[in-house]
């Protein structure tokens, strides 16, 4: 039960990534990769929830994205 919790909560940060990325800056994949040190294949899989990410990772997207880290993880806790 853990595991789909686990992954639902990975698919809804995905998206917060995804909503910054595309609808608030208006970036690319390759563009965000360039902005921050993931590259831009990991952070397609991101998106979609696919691959667990470390606190590192969350602070490289933030800082490309040129947000709070604390915003990309604004929704809703899938218990």
Do not use: W
């Not at 809804?12 to 595309?22: D, L, P």
């Amino acid at each position: 039960m853990i595991g789909k919790q686990l992954d639902k909560n990975l698919i809804a940060f995905g998206k917060q990534v995804k909503h910054y990325r595309t609808e608030e800056k208006n970036l690319s994949l390759r563009d965000l990769a360039k902005r921050c040190d993931v590259e831009h294949s990991k952070i397609a899989k991101i998106e979609k929830g696919l691959v667990r990410i470390q606190l590192p990772t969350v602070f490289e997207l933030a800082k490309g994205l040129d947000i709070h880290p604390k915003d990309l993880f604004n929704f809703e806790i899938n218990e």
